[in-house]
């Protein structure tokens, strides 16, 4: 398996499991800076690699009411400004090829959202910049299928590939998550991400939003490290129910430390049996 590197963070390759977690989208800077506090605290105590998580713009909304962030500029300069404060490597979403140069600015790893991850503009551009990409499985993609939006950012040059399993459609506004797929994208070659907190969502499930069950982000999550997973991937918002965009998917900040203590636990478990 390639190791990846995010900032000075290595994974995959028998490295330790790193949390990829933040909230959905940057509402303003308090809490950006607020989560960035708690999660680096807590990160500390258990002795886990950190990445923080939030998009700078969310794209894909259910409607024309949907928030869609502050800005994008005011938005990367939050994080920018989060991250020299805590030296934390930045994971946000691109869209659209010509936002890739500006977001690698900022960010140490462009992730491709599910919904985009066969736009090869996108995922070209994405590999050029240099910088670490996560691709999210697309809902409508079986898991082998992810060889080649793989093949395309690493016709770049880039090799610093995660792929991040987030759910496959199940019927009309419902996701399911097939473990054995963890296992299948691992054969790719690059490190495995499974995302807790979109596979629980209901797309378009609360009419003009999206619903989501999140009494089933710690048994996926604990689920996943038993498989054996590379990266977590939480978002977390210190009051979900208020949260501009995901409200229903995203972990309260407060429990985020009692999950990763039994995410870390198993994973502990699964790696003394495969080495």
């Given at each position: 398996?390639?190791?990846?590197?995010?900032?000075?963070?290595?994974?995959?390759?028998?490295?330790?499991?790193?949390?990829?977690?933040g909230?959905?989208v940057?509402?303003?800077?308090?809490?950006?800076?607020?989560?960035?506090?708690?999660?680096?605290?807590?990160?500390?105590?258990?002795?886990?690699?950190?990445?923080?998580?939030?998009?700078?713009?969310?794209?894909?909304?259910?409607?024309?009411?949907?928030?869609?962030?502050?800005?994008?500029?005011?938005a990367?300069?939050?994080?920018?400004?989060?991250?020299?404060?805590?030296?934390?490597?930045?994971?946000?979403?691109?869209?659209?090829?010509?936002?890739?140069?500006?977001?690698?600015?900022?960010?140490?790893?462009?992730?491709?959202?599910a919904?985009?991850?066969?736009?090869?503009?996108?995922?070209?551009?994405?590999?050029?910049?240099?910088?670490?990409?996560?691709?999210?499985?697309?809902?409508?993609?079986?898991?082998?299928?992810?060889?080649h939006?793989?093949e395309?950012?690493?016709?770049?040059?880039?090799?610093?590939i995660?792929?991040?399993?987030?759910?496959?459609?199940?019927?009309?506004?419902?996701?399911?998550?097939?473990?054995?797929?963890?296992?299948?994208?691992?054969?790719?070659?690059?490190?495995?991400?499974?995302?807790?907190?979109?596979?629980?969502?209901?797309?378009?499930?609360?009419?003009?939003?999206?619903?989501g069950?999140?009494?089933?982000?710690?048994?996926?999550?604990?689920?996943?490290?038993?498989?054996?997973?590379?990266a977590?991937?939480?978002?977390?918002?210190?009051?979900?129910?208020?949260?501009?965009?995901d409200a229903?998917?995203?972990?309260?900040?407060?429990?985020?430390?009692?999950?990763?203590?039994?995410?870390?636990?198993?994973?502990?478990?699964?790696?003394?049996?495969?080495?």
């Amino acid at each position: 398996m390639n190791s990846v590197h995010i900032g000075s963070i290595p994974v995959g390759a028998g490295h330790p499991l790193v949390l990829i977690a933040g909230p959905c989208v940057v509402e303003s800077r308090e809490m950006i800076f607020r989560t960035a506090e708690h999660l680096t605290t807590m990160a500390g105590r258990l002795g886990v690699p950190l990445v923080f998580k939030s998009s700078y713009k969310k794209a894909n909304r259910t409607s024309m009411q949907g928030f869609t962030g502050i800005g994008m500029d005011e938005a990367l300069g939050i994080l920018a400004e989060m991250k020299a404060r805590f030296g934390l490597p930045v994971l946000t979403d691109i869209h659209t090829a010509e936002e890739a140069a500006s977001a690698a600015r900022v960010a140490d790893v462009l992730q491709i959202p599910a919904f985009l991850c066969r736009q090869t503009d996108l995922l070209l551009a994405a590999g050029e910049t240099g910088r670490a990409v996560n691709i999210k499985k697309g809902q409508f993609l079986a898991p082998d299928d992810m060889r080649h939006p793989v093949e395309k950012v690493a016709s770049t040059g880039n090799r610093n590939i995660l792929v991040t399993e987030r759910g496959t459609t199940f019927g009309y506004h419902n996701l399911v998550v097939d473990m054995r797929g963890l296992t299948m994208m691992r054969s790719l070659g690059y490190p495995v991400v499974l995302d807790a907190t979109h596979s629980v969502q209901l797309p378009s499930g609360g009419g003009g939003q999206s619903g989501g069950q999140p009494e089933f982000i710690a048994p996926l999550a604990r689920a996943g490290a038993a498989v054996g997973i590379d990266a977590l991937f939480i978002e977390t918002h210190p009051d979900p129910a208020k949260a501009l965009s995901d409200a229903a998917s995203q972990l309260p900040l407060d429990r985020a430390e009692g999950l990763m203590r039994q995410v870390l636990a198993i994973d502990a478990a699964y790696r003394s049996t495969t080495t």
